[in-house]
Nanobody, 113 residues
Framework: DVQLQASGGGLVQPGGSLRLSCAASGFRFEDYAIGWFRQAPGKEREAVSCISNRGDNTFHERFVEGRFTISRDNAKSTVYLQMNSLKPEDMAVYYC??????WGQGTLVTVSS
């Protein structure tokens, strides 16, 4: 079974940083692109960033570009999302996925003073 476990969320003040991790299992990790999505209360899930299977291509949505960086370590079957200069509007549950079907539990990011 495909399993993706996001972790690393927490409470941070505006302007602060967090690094999320997505640990994957149940498939050949190095063959698949991975994406980070988020869902804020009362809103639909939205894409944030994605990375190609080898990590040589990345994409960030405009609203996080320059603040968030996605990376991966295929030896550890893990994808990371470094989030800097966090804003209150970044507050959401963050999920990782490889197929838009399997999402895992997600990790909550709270940005508040």
């Amino acid at each position: 079974d495909v399993q993706l476990q996001a972790s690393g969320g927490g409470l941070v003040q505006p302007g602060g940083s967090l690094r999320l991790s997505c640990a994957a299992s149940g498939f050949r990790f190095e063959d698949y692109a991975i994406g980070w999505f988020r869902q804020a209360p009362g809103k639909e899930r939205e894409a944030v960033s994605c990375i190609s299977n080898r990590g040589d291509n990345t994409f960030h949505e405009r609203f996080v570009e320059g603040r968030f960086t996605i990376s991966r370590d295929n030896a550890k079957s893990t994808v990371y999302l470094q989030m800097n200069s966090l804003k209150p509007e970044d507050m959401a549950v963050y999920y990782c996925t490889t197929n838009l079907v399997d999402w895992g539990q997600g990790t909550l990011v709270t940005v508040s003073s």
